[in-house]
């Protein structure tokens, strides 16, 4: 009924085709807040909905259990300040229904059903070039013709294909987390079989495993799940929220995840094994997810050792709740970082296996055989079962938007195609070759990295304000150029090097879906800095964007937003934040006790096997060195590594982390040399040292530990070889020919 009302207000008879400036598809969290944006910003919009009502994952995904695994307070909408006074929300992560009833609330209170087509589906975009417009075809009522095309489609919408032989031959009822019935189902006294270990079947399991006579779980890989300890919203976060309002907005909407917590500084070795425990133990109890993924140390999610022992911890609570060792063995997740996968938050997950009438069966050691009328098979058993829910997931991130294919845009170019080999987009929002054509958490956007609401009005509001200014300056199309979109690509990559997503096979990468191509899809460069970088693409006349329109000149501003490594970024961010004085107004001796204090107040770097400080032959005598060694077993190959300083600062304890680092890494022996420095010694009596402590390693390596005398090479900090005078370059040349004579890359 409301469906006909809908399309019928906006069937133009004339040529049952329907206008508008925006088509909008999807009536979850993005679809309701760009419709409200929109409509202000005088655009008219449609909204087409495949279901009957507003909700997107959350009027989809009705199964027992479901819930967020955000605390609700920070898992909610900030564009109206009236709504937090207006909503309260009845427990810390709310169910299923309470956030449908939500954004049933949201759409009355802004009056936005009347813009939406429910029961709606998108069968095909096509871009016109004559008319500089999309033209949708629409499964019910009328094509759409609209300027913009917007999908706000969703992450985790388009559930995957069971992939197992046999799935549609089962004769009872087979379920699907994200597609639950309506009404519910009654499984008491039934034999219940659930396929998948993610957050759907973790939330899930515990209760059917109440109701039904028999549970089998099939489990291919096991999760770190961490108890929810549901109750009452925080006080704590509640009392924030109340006090200062925007403050609180704010430090999300700045942080790594999109929630206000702090980024942490000290790395896990800082702390004492007590420390540490205390730490875990404390977001253990409060049953904060995020908090656990991002508040222990600074080092858990980018170093495998400091995140080893947030998992053994993890992995220690889970022998602690179940009782059978071989049960609670295959529970264990040993194959993937904490983090790098989608860990779950879980009210009795662990215990219920203790339960008398639930069993697991590890597909790691039995994978499912096939699917008949009556049972699940495995090469050994056979599982006698009356109903079969699949837990197995989502076609996620690109899924949802790959189902209205073809996305056709300039020349019959089709996203399907454009991304046969992954993803590609600008900033996760626009592709190359698709004009006025938008993705709200697109593939490159933190997006499933992050607090999805923050991100979703962090997109809806970078769109919807270039539709304005678009409208403003006299263009009508907009569309990110290849080198920007190449830009990007890299970028992202780069992140993900430094996180350890790309540790783990997962829904983030694409490994879950059968033939689907893999990387890390997601932006993990964190909430704050991607908001910035979209902000500064605006600033700087929207870098990496064409722009069109009929009685205006062409604007295009074509380049990279981001050229520098991320690590590199942040640090030069970090110090440009300091607002440090040059360093060649400080004169040598300034220089170097800036340098020196610097240095003390910068973490300690992480144990290696030995640290040993020496004293080698230099050109005019002795010089000290320090000397790593990996913990591993020797002999190792030997690294001589002359520090930075541009000739005139530092010795051979000034680049300690990173040379602890470069050790535990490389698992060689780094020898960092000491050298006279400009000016009170003038070049090239430097590179003389230089080359004297290459000579002596060369002659020492296997007393100190190397593999032989021609099993070293050479590494420095760009700032000792940048910029070389003549002199400078004839010295580094000598160097260099004589470390080739004598070394060879282990
Ligand atoms: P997930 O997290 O993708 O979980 C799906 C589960 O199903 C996971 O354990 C999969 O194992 C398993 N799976 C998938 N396909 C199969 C087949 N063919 N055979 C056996 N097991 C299979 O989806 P969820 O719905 O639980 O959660 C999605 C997100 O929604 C969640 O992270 C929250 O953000 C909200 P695998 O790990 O791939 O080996």
Redesign the pocket.
Known sequence: MLQEQTASRHANPNNGVQHADVAVVGAGFAGLYLLYRLRKAGFTAIGLEAADDVGG?WYW?RYPGARC?IQTIDYAYTFDPELDKAWTWSEKYATQPEILRYLGFVADRHDLRRDIRFGTNVINGRWNEGTGRWLLRTSDGPSVSCRHYIMATG??SS??P???VGAGSFSGPVLT??RWPHDGVDLAGKRVAV?????????LIPIVAEQAAELVV??????FAMPARNGAPSPDRLAQVRSDPAAYRAQARQSLTGVPLPMQSVVSWQFTDAERRERFEKMWDEGDLVGMLTQLWADQGVDVDGNAIVADLFREKIRSVVRDPETAETLTPRDHPFGA??P?LDTNYYATFNRPNVALVD?RKE??ASISATAIHTATRKFDVDVIV?????D?MTGAVLALNPVEGRGGRTLAGLWAEGPKTYLGLMAAGFPNFFMITGPGSPS?LSNMVVSIEQHVDWVVDRLIDMRAAGFTTIEPTETAMAGWERHLADCAQVTLHRLA???YTG??V?GKPQGVMPYTGGVGLYRGICDEAVQRGLLGFRLTGPNVPEQCNDGEIVRLQPDVRAVLGLLAQMNLPAIESLGAAGARAFVEQFNAGRPFGRPVGEVVDGVYDGAGGPLRYRLYRPESEGPHPVVVYYHGGGWVLGDEGSDDPFCRDLCRRSDMIIISVDYRHAPEHRFPTAAEDGLAAARWVATNAASLGGRGARSWSLAGAPAATSRPSRASSRAIAAVRRSAASCSSAP
């Open positions: 994952t995904n695994d992450c985790l559930p995957k069971p992939e197992i987390t994200g396929i998948g270990t993610g957050s759907s079947a973790i939330q099939f489990q291919r890989t096991p999760n996968k989608r779950c597909l994978p499912i699949f837990a197995t997931g989502f996620a499933v096979n997962t829904w490994a879950n059968l």
